[in-house]
């Protein structure tokens, strides 16, 4: 029977991470990730998980440890905020170029400088070209839920690529929730166990795990990741019905769509921020204004032809994004967002929007008044570049 | 039957044919260690030497009989302690080994394997120290002798240059993080290595150092026939002195019948031939305070 609790995400986290039986776990604290390995120590020390727990010096050593436990053929997970990321970028990188099924929840937040520890996931995706696979969710229970999910996802013969399940730091890591847990009996059916076929460190089979390899050798490896990848799109899908059916709930799959059938514009957002985003669009609705909207959930694989399809015919959309794209001025799914729209050859005016850095609120105002924007963009007064949301509109 | 005996006796693990050095005692090394551990052993190789010389394979072709691969040159350390924690959470005894360059050891890695030393993870560590980023065309490391010359510790006509800070003394600071077993080790004195190797590997309560002197004879201007002989110098002159710390007990495991002067040694060696007496004494001086260290930890209960 699933029990019924209340728990900040970081618990929702670690309470998925535990059902999904890992054989070894490392992480460091950081803010705001911290609670995830407190909850997971506590896990282990009353013996409700059975995973090898490394308490390691650093990030960097936290995914070398669960990158070396994978290679033996053990089912891992870690999570990590902010500067951590970037600590290990360099075996991060390599997590997924070796296909290790590793998951880790990144809980999103801003990267300094300046000093700061808020929200925002300007750390996962400016790593987002590294091979990983991720999806940014929404809720407590989307992160729970997801993150069992991933761990299918990852270690699926087609795809065996590492997943991050991203989060708002503070929003969603700190702020309690209903989160529905279900039994151990349900995720065991639904997640059997890891068992590696295509890399293992074992005297029993020795293999020399990357030698130096030649760049037509590369090339092959790069081709067969970016399939991996894009098996991927279809597999987020199925698995999201397949959840449906085991536990009752799903998330739309790659994307979700609100109100978007009959809208004329769109309004795209991603991660925490979109509850806010579906009352503005209600609002704006009772006001006469066909809005729709399009939660982001996959970044990488970026669902291009279900974003092509959202947005397919409508007069005009805009994005709005809690990270900066540094060089084009815009925020960064804006331009993953409108890359997806050039290869549908569907034009329209696209609109990028700021808001939320370092934590900041995105209000309903915020959201109102990008809504606004695209409605006078669509009558041919779209403001000029980059709109920064919390600049225009600030708090009293 | 004696240690030789055992070594013929046993497999050997490593391809013949890999592309080290004319003389190389690192490829010594690694051959002997290997042929002590077996074939139960995962073997991490950083970049550096044994990697570039071909122990991971090259393009295809495998270097080594183990399953071997290679660690980031910084984390060596924390992805053995991960490979040991899967063997280990599924009850299954595996030496998990890494055979890391001094660059890998004493700079990049350092903060990997000092915390895989702290937390007791189960590995055994082999640092072979040639002085530096041998296999890239001889760069300083912090584990250069003062004074040597180093591509990037280079030496003007006029004879001046060389590096200017001291060598970092990585054998004690892995003993003073309380391990179970550190021992030092020379390719001239192979019956003491494989006892040392064999006493590594029985360890079971947490991390096992072993340190390894290595003259490079490519790097370091050694004629190649002069390999075992150069090397034996550096523990002659106890500049490079053999010792184990076993849970804390400090034991010499060599004392020189006739000492030599460190510029015995110093003198056998083109990085150093630049150095005028003044310097080549500092080096004396300091393998001197060092020596009597070790002797005093030696005393002590």
């Known amino acids: 029977m699933p029990r019924i609790e209340v728990m900040n995400g970081n618990k929702a986290a670690a309470t998925a991470a535990a059902l999904c039986r890992p054989d070894v776990i490392a992480a460091y604290p950081i803010t705001p990730q911290t609670p995830v390995v407190e909850y997971l120590t506590q896990f282990a020390a009353d013996g409700i998980i059975q995973s090898s727990m490394s308490e390691v010096e650093s990030e960097l050593s936290a995914m070398s440890v669960v990158t070396g436990a994978s290679l033996a053929g053990s089912r891992t997970f870690t999570a990590t905020s902010s500067q951590g990321l970037a600590l290990m970028y360099e075996p991060y990188f390599r997590a997924s170029t070796l296909r290790l099924p590793i998951v880790m929840a990144i809980i999103n937040r801003e990267m300094i400088s300046p000093q700061t520890l808020w929200g925002g996931p300007q750390d996962a995706l400016t790593v987002r070209d590294a091979g990983w696979l991720q999806i940014y969710v929404e809720d407590n229970q989307e992160i729970l839920d997801t993150l069992i999910l991933a761990f299918r996802l990852a270690e699926d013969k087609g795809v065996l690529l590492p997943v991050n399940i991203c989060y708002d730091g503070f929003y969603l890591s700190h702020m309690a929730e209903r989160v529905e847990v279900p039994d151990q009996e349900t995720v065991d059916s639904f997640l059997p166990p890891y068992v590696p076929t295509h890399i293992k460190l074992d005297p029993k089979r020795p293999m020399a795990v990357d030698p130096l390899t030649n760049g037509n050798l590369l090339t092959e490896y790069r081709l067969r990741h970016t399939q991996g990848q894009q098996r991927a799109l279809g597999l987020i899908e199925e698995l999201d019905k397949e959840f449906l059916e085991r536990f009752g709930r799903c998330y739309g799959g790659l994307i979700e769509e609100y109100r978007n059938e009959d809208s004329d514009a769109v309004l795209v957002t991603m991660g925490s921020m979109t509850g806010v985003a579906r009352v503005a669009v209600d609002q704006a609705r009772a006001q006469g204004r066909k809005i729709g909207l399009v939660k982001l959930r996959a970044i990488r694989p970026f669902p291009a032809q279900r974003v092509a399809e959202a947005l397919a015919g409508k007069k005009a959309f805009g994005v709005v994004d809690r990270s900066v794209s540094f060089g084009w001025g815009t925020g960064i799914t804006f331009q993953e967002t409108r890359s997806a729209m050039y290869a549908s050859g569907s034009f329209m005016p696209a609109l990028p929007f700021i808001g939320g850095l370092g934590g900041e609120d995105v209000t309903i105002e915020h959201m109102l008044h990008a809504i606004g924007c695209i409605y006078a963009a669509i009558d041919g007064a779209a403001p000029a570049g980059t709109v920064w949301l919390n600049k225009e509109i600030t708090a009293e | ?301």
């Open chain 2, 1 to 301: 039957m004696n240690v030789f005996e055992k070594l013929a006796s046993s497999e050997e693990m490593v391809s013949p044919g890999i592309s080290a050095c004319v003389g190389c005692n690192v490829e010594l090394t690694l051959r002997t260690v290997m042929r002590v551990l077996g074939p139960n052993t995962i073997l991490a190789i950083p970049p550096g030497c044994m990697g570039g010389v071909g122990v991971v394979g090259w393009d295809k072709k495998s270097g080594c009989k183990n399953p071997v691969f290679f660690p980031l040159l910084d984390n060596v350390a924390s992805m053995l302690a991960g490979i040991k924690l899967h063997y280990e959470h599924r009850g299954e005894h595996v030496n998990v080994v890494a055979f890391a360059g001094d660059g890998a050891t004493v700079d990049a890695g350092m903060q990997c394997l000092s915390g895989a030393a702290e937390r007791g993870d189960k590995i055994l560590y082999i640092c072979y120290d040639n002085e530096g980023y041998m296999n890239t065309g001889y760069q300083r490391s912090g584990s250069t002798t003062k004074g040597a010359w180093t591509s990037t510790t280079p030496v003007s006509p006029q004879g001046k240059g060389g590096k200017r800070q001291n060598k970092k003394d990585f054998p004690m600071i892995m003993a003073m993080h309380d391990i179970p077993y550190m021992a030092t080790c020379n390719p001239a004195f192979i019956p003491d290595m494989v006892g040392k190797v064999e006493k590594a590997m029985a360890v079971d309560n947490g991390l096992a150092f072993l340190y390894i002197y290595n003259p490079c004879l490519t790097g370091w201007g050694i004629p190649s026939d002069k390999s075992i002989e150069v090397s034996r110098m550096a523990v002659d002159c106890s500049f490079a002195p053999l010792y184990e710390v076993e849970n804390g007990r400090y034991t010499l495991s060599y004392t020189p019948k006739k000492p030599l002067r460190v510029q015995e040694y110093v003198s056998r060696i083109k990085k150093f031939s630049h150095l005028g007496q003044e310097e080549i004494e500092a080096l004396q001086k300091l393998t001197d305070t060092k020596w009597q260290q070790l002797q005093k930890l030696c005393e002590m209960d």
